[in-house]
C-alpha cells in the first residue's frame, strides 16, 4: 500500500449525500458568520411588519410539532402498554430529542440577544403564552435528554456508576414519561396560542380561538409520521432490523387522528362562517388547499389502501406528504397567513435556508451516529455485501 | 399616585410642521433627519394622507398586547399610563412586534445587540412634570395631553360641539382602550388607521392559558389512571400465568 492509499483510506469516501450535507454545512457557516457577525438584516430578509420568518416558522414551529413523535409513543408504551411499540421507543425518544435540539439552537439564531436565552428563568411573565412555551421547551428537552440518557450510559465501562444510574433512571422513568406527556400536550398546543394575539391580522382561514387544539391535534400525526420516516431510512441504509409490521400499526393509529384534524377544522370553520373565503381566488386560499390536500385528503387516500400500509416504502412517502402539508399548515400560519395585514412579502434569504438546513442536517448526522454506535435499534449482522475487503496486512 | 395620563391627537389642528417629530429625536438624542416611517430612530412620525396629517405613535393601551406578550415582563403599562420598555430584560424574541394590534414596535435589525423601540411617552419627562416633548412642541396645540378621562371628556366635547368631525374617538375602544386618542374630520379607515379588535387584547391569550391548570389537572388525573389500569392488567396477567404454571406442575 502506497503512502497516498493510506492517506486516502483514512478520509471517508466521497458520496453524494456527504457532498449535499457538506455543503449545506459550509452554507451554514456562513449563515451563522452573517447572523453574528454581520447581523439580522444581511443574514435574513425580516422586516417590522414581518418580525418572525423562517426561522420560528420552520425551526421552531415545526421542529417542536415534528418532534411529538417522542411523547407520543413514550406514553403509548409506558402510560397506556401498548408494548408492541417497545422496539421503536428509543427511535422516537431519540429523534425528539435531537429535534429539540434543534429548536434550542435555532433560538440562538432567531434570538436578538441569544446571551440572554436564560432571561425567562429569573423574570416571568405568566401573562405571556411565550413564557409558558420556553418553560415547557427548557423542561421538556431536559425529560428527553433524561428518557434518551439510558443509551449513553449504558456504554460506560464502569459498571457499579452504571447499573446505580441505570436503576435511579428505572424509578423515575414512569414519573418522566408522565410529565413529558403533560409539557408536550401543554406547549405543542401554546405554540399555536401564540398566534392568538394576532387576531384581526390572521387570515380567518386559520385564526380560531381553537388555534391551540388545531396545533396539537396535527403535531401528533406529523411526529408520528417522521419516526416511521426516520425507521425506515435506519432500516434501508444502516441495517436495522425493524419489523416492519409496527410501522403500519402506527399508520393505522395516524389515519384517524389525520381524520379527526380534518373534522375539526371543518367543523370550526363552518361554526365561525369562514366557509366564504373557502372558495376566493387568493394566494392565502390557494394555500390552505395545498395545505389540506398534503395533511388530511392525500395521507387518508393513501392510508386507506392497504397496499400502501402495508409497503414500509410507500408508507414513507405517504408520511412525507404528511410532514410536507404539516410544514405547510405552519408556515402558513407563521407567515403567508399574515401577509395580507401587514402588507409585506417576505420571502426568506438564502442564509436564513441554510442556517436552518444546517441545524436540522446536523441532527440527521447526530441521528446517524447514534444508530450506528448506540444500541438504539437491533441490527441484522453485516451481509456479505458491505463488507469491505481490509487490505493485507503490512509485514 | 398622579391619575393615568393620555395625549389627545386632533387631526384638524395638525400643521404638518413635524415639531413633534424634532423633539422627540432630539430629546431621545437621534439623529434629526425625518424620516418617512416609523423606525428606531423615529419613535413619532407625521404622515401625509391626502390633505391631512396623520401623527403615528404608540397607543399605549390599557392593557397592552405587548406587555402579556412579553415573555421577562420588559414592556409594562405603567400606573401613570406610559407603557415602558425595560431594554435590560429583553431577550430580543420580537413577540410584542408580533403582537402589537397597530404594528408600533420597532426593531434595530442593523445592530448586533438589537433592541426594540418605542415611543414611551416621556415616561421620565412626564414623572417630573414635564409634558411629553412632543406635546410641548406642538405649535398648533394639535396634540395635548392631561388626565386621561379629562382628556376623553374634551375629545368627547369637541366631537359633539363641531359637526366637522368623524363621531368616533380613535382609541376609546380599540385593543380595549388606549391612552392615545385621536378625533379627526376625515373617517380614520381612510387616514390608514387599522381596524384593531373592540377588546383587550390579552383576553384572548389569558383563556387560552387559564386552560394550562385544567390540562395538567385533567391530564395528570387521566394518565396516572390509564397508567394504574395499565400496571394492574400486568400484574393480573403476571398472577394468571403463575396459577396456571403451578397447576401444570401439580
Known sequence: MTTLEKTASRFPRISFWRTVVAVIFAAGLYSMYARFVLGFNVATNLTDPQPWGLWVGLGTLCGVGLSAGGFAIAASVYLLGLERYRPILRTSVLISFLGYCTVCVGMMYELGLPWRIWHPIVMWNRHSVLFEVSWCVMLYTTVLALEFSPALLEKLPWVRVRELYLRWHHSILIALVLAGTLLSSMHQSFLGGLYLITKGRLDPLWYTPYLTTMFYLSAIPAGLAVTIMAIYLCVRSLNARVDMNILSDVSRVIAPLLAMYGVFRAVDLINRDATQYLWMWREATLLFWVEIALLVIVPLVLLNLQKVRENPMYLYWTCAVIVAGFMTNRLNVSITALQASSAVYYVPKWTEFAASLATIAAAVVAFRYAVIYLDILPKNPPQERWIVPSAPAEA | ?250
Open chain 2, 1 to 250: 399616585m398622579a391619575t393615568t395620563r393620555a395625549i389627545l391627537v386632533d387631526i384638524t389642528k395638525c400643521i404638518g410642521c413635524r415639531n413633534c417629530e424634532q423633539a422627540c429625536k432630539q430629546t431621545h438624542g437621534f439623529p434629526l433627519e425625518s424620516e418617512a416611517k416609523l423606525s428606531p430612530t423615529a419613535l413619532t412620525v407625521v404622515e401625509e394622507r391626502g390633505d391631512r396629517f396623520v401623527r403615528r405613535m404608540c397607543m399605549h393601551c390599557e392593557d397592552p398586547a405587548c406587555a402579556s406578550a412579553c415573555l421577562v415582563g420588559a414592556l409594562k403599562k405603567t400606573a401613570a399610563g406610559p407603557v415602558t420598555y425595560e431594554a435590560s430584560k429583553c431577550i430580543g424574541c420580537r413577540y410584542c412586534l408580533v403582537a402589537c394590534p397597530f404594528s408600533v414596535p420597532r426593531y434595530e435589525w442593523t445592530k448586533l445587540a438589537p433592541l426594540v423601540k418605542k415611543c414611551d411617552m416621556c415616561a421620565g419627562r412626564q414623572a417630573k412634570g414635564q409634558p411629553p416633548a412632543c406635546v410641548e412642541a406642538c405649535p398648533a396645540q394639535a396634540s395635548i395631553v392631561g388626565d386621561r378621562d379629562d382628556i376623553l371628556e374634551e375629545a368627547q366635547r369637541r366631537i359633539l360641539g363641531d359637526s366637522k368631525y368623524v363621531k368616533h374617538i380613535y382609541g376609546s375602544d380599540e385593543a380595549g382602550g388606549t391612552s392615545v386618542f385621536f378625533i379627526s374630520d376625515v373617517p380614520f379607515e381612510k387616514l390608514g388607521f387599522v381596524a384593531a379588535p373592540k377588546q383587550a387584547m390579552p383576553v384572548l391569550t389569558a383563556n387560552a392559558l387559564g386552560d394550562g391548570p385544567t390540562v395538567i389537572l385533567v391530564g395528570g388525573a387521566l394518565l396516572s389512571g390509564l397508567y394504574w389500569i395499565t400496571q394492574r392488567r400486568a400484574l393480573v396477567a403476571l398472577a394468571e400465568a403463575r396459577e396456571i404454571a403451578t397447576k401444570r406442575r401439580s
